[in-house]
């Protein structure tokens, strides 16, 4: 498995236009999450999916902002209108909730991110 | 609420020099451990766990509940640990929660 792929790698975007990431979470696992990094604030959730079905969308700042999940394989999170204040790394990343080693739950796999620059 | 927090957004040493990354945390139940590590222009990767009490690129980082931490400790640094490191806590949901990173640089 290729891992968590997402694209773009790198979007630079006017403010007010939409911008769509997208997020293949690796086969099998039953869990996405959206996570946001800035310098500021370093990495915060944004919003999770279980089996394909939003769990926790608090994380998302605001209207603007909005995340699919059609299908267990495709994840989108979009931004309309943008502003520079969006700019950020987005970040992808799945997990199973089977039995890993030691009996537990697998570790999060990451994507290697979308650096977001809104001009 | 859970939250994690990591006093230091830069710690600075020198090759061969011990390093300590602090990471406290408040969760009211039994809260999973983790460090994730960024190296330069690469994804954030699992580093250690607590469960399982390993030893990874000789780090180590003990559950201490009494003072809610969860410290990441080296005897020895060297160049290619310099790097993002970020603490993440799972508690009752399912998502990580994270602190907000220490970018740890070790110095020739």
């Known amino acids: 498995d290729a891992g968590v792929i997402q694209s773009p790698r790198h979007e630079v975007t006017e403010m007010g236009q939409e911008v769509t990431l997208r997020c293949k979470p690796i086969?099998?696992?039953?869990?996405l999450f959206w996570y946001r990094q800035t310098m500021m604030r370093g990495l915060e959730l944004l919003i999770y999916f279980n089996n394909n079905v939003p769990i926790d969308d608090s994380g998302m700042p605001e209207d603007r902002f909005s995340a699919k999940m059609p299908n267990a394989s495709f994840s989108t999170l979009k931004i309309q209108p943008s502003e520079p204040r969006d700019s950020a790394v987005y970040f992808c990343a799945s997990s199973s909730w089977g039995k890993g080693p030691f009996g537990l739950n697998t570790e999060a796999f990451f994507g290697q991110g979308t650096r977001l620059t809104v001009v | 609420a859970q939250r994690v927090t990591q006093p230091e957004k830069l710690l600075s040493v020198f090759k061969g020099a011990p390093v300590e990354l602090k990471c406290n945390y408040s969760y009211s139940g039994s809260p999973e451990l983790f460090w994730y590590v960024q190296y330069s222009r690469q994804r954030l990767q699992l580093l250690l766990r607590?469960?399982s009490r390993e030893s990874i690129k000789g780090f180590t980082a003990d559950l201490n509940k009494g003072e809610t931490s969860f410290h990441l400790k080296k005897p020895f640094a060297q160049e290619e640990d310099s790097a993002m490191y970020y603490c993440a806590l799972r508690g009752g949901r399912r998502a990580l929660t994270f602190g907000s990173g220490t970018r740890l640089q070790v110095q020739p």
């Open positions: 607590h469960i």
């Open positions: 086969s099998g696992h039953d869990y």
